[in-house]
């Protein structure tokens, strides 16, 4: 598995913007589908959105749908979290995780917190 470390979280107003990024170490990046899922106080973590290893295939949340939109640059093996229209809903800690067998996810960072304020 690859180690993930997330950043760009940070306290926005409602209706802002933040563009997380997640940075993996190790040689196959871009093999692996993956993945960003936020926690917030109280609840469950709960899945954001995914993207295939080509970038061909994303997924969202519902909740995110139309909002949030992910991307990635395997040379950079980086894969980003652009978030617009922000809602105080979205007040959570964001990981990212990589995509392993079975629909099962591994690798997960540290987090970064996203403070979304009304």
């Known amino acids: 598995q690859a180690q993930l470390v997330e950043s760009g979280g940070g306290l926005v107003q409602a209706g802002g913007s933040l563009r997380l990024s997640c940075a993996a170490s190790g040689r196959t990046f871009s093999s692996y589908t993956m993945g960003w899922f936020r926690q917030a106080p109280g609840k469950e973590r709960e899945f954001v959105a995914r993207?295939?290893?080509?970038?061909?295939?994303?997924v969202y949340a519902d909740s995110v749908k139309g909002r949030f939109t992910i991307s990635r640059d395997n040379a950079k093996n980086t894969v980003y979290l652009q978030m617009n229209s922000l809602k105080p809903e979205d007040t959570a800690v964001y990981y990212c995780?990589?995509?392993?067998?079975?629909?099962?996810?591994?690798?997960w960072g540290q987090g970064t917190q996203v403070t979304v304020s009304s």
């Open positions: 993207i295939t290893w080509s970038s061909s295939s994303t």
């Open positions: 995780a990589q995509g392993l067998s079975y629909g099962t996810w591994g690798g």
